[in-house]
């Protein structure tokens, strides 16, 4: 039996996120033996998309594929940049003609591995079927390979829940992300896939979910639109590694990652 370690990075924001993935990526691939490396970059670049250069400095770390999710074109250079680059993903289930790819087979020593970006639709644009969309496109890749991971960018906790279930069994993983808060439900599910309802962010805590306080609390208090500024500090690296056996595409291990871990740190 052949085992695939798989690192999955949360969603990173703006400098702060690159500067921490920067700092400690490395010694996390070392530690988990990673053979994999997925990372939500749809923050990456100033707290709303990813452009090149951000892309860059990501797949020069060793990430193989970068997730996106309802930010991924808030840069007009990302327009360019999802059609040239078919490692960075944007939801697959956006209207057909929508520029770029959201789902990518990637190459590894240890066989082939699909990623795959979904994205929800309560409270969110009411863009194709999740559900209808995942089955459309197990049926192209199932062929392929067995190890399949979908990062999930919702609001909704049952609407990740609910795919989850219904995909279970049919795919190696499921990670949600896009709110930015880890939560701590990691398990596997009954029939083998792996399971977390949010990543977390890679950013600055010191903030609201990535946002300056003071233009986030304004924007709330007064319902008008707010500049967005990334905030810069009390910065943590959130993520999940996991285990997946190759043959069967069942996750046999999940562990949760927070670096500074804050809990142990404030005691």
């Known amino acids: 039996m052949s085992n695939i370690n798989i690192l999955f990075i949360g969603d990173i924001i703006g400098k702060p996120g690159i500067s921490i993935t920067e700092t400690w990526l490395p010694g996390l691939i070392q530690k988990y033996k990673a053979d994999f490396v997925v990372v939500n970059g749809e923050n990456a670049s100033d707290g709303k998309g990813i452009t090149e250069k951000e892309g860059k400095i990501l797949f020069d770390l060793g990430v193989n594929v970068i997730t996106g999710g309802n930010h991924t074109w808030d840069k007009h250079q990302s327009q360019e940049y999802l059609k040239a680059e078919p490692r960075v993903l944007r939801p697959f289930n956006y209207p057909k003609g929508t520029h770029g790819n959201g789902y990518h087979i990637a190459e590894t020593k240890k066989g082939k591995i699909a990623v795959i970006n979904m994205q ?11 559900f209808r969309s995942a089955d459309y496109v197990l049926q192209k890749i199932k062929t392929e390979t067995k190890v399949i991971l979908m990062d999930m960018h919702a609001e909704a906790s049952a609407e990740k829940v609910a795919l989850a279930l219904y995909l279970d069994g049919r795919i190696s993983v499921f990670i949600g992300t896009h709110t930015h808060v880890q939560t701590s439900d990691e398990r ?5 896939t792996g399971y977390i309802t949010d990543a977390g962010m890679t ?7 990535g946002m300056k306080t003071v233009a986030a609390i304004n924007r709330f208090l007064y319902q008008t639109p707010q500049k967005y500024e990334t905030a810069e500090d009390d910065v943590h690296l959130n993520g999940l590694y ?3 056996d190759s043959e069967t595409g069942k996750t046999l291990e999940l562990e949760r990652i927070v ?3 804050f809990v142990r740190n404030s005691q």
């Open 120 to 130: 929800g639709r309560t409270f969110m644009a009411p863009i194709d079927c999740p």
């Open 188 to 192: 596997i599910l009954p029939k083998g």
């Open 203 to 209: 950013g600055p805590y010191d903030s609201v979910i």
């Open 242 to 244: 996991i285990k997946v």
């Open 259 to 261: 670096f500074p871990d």
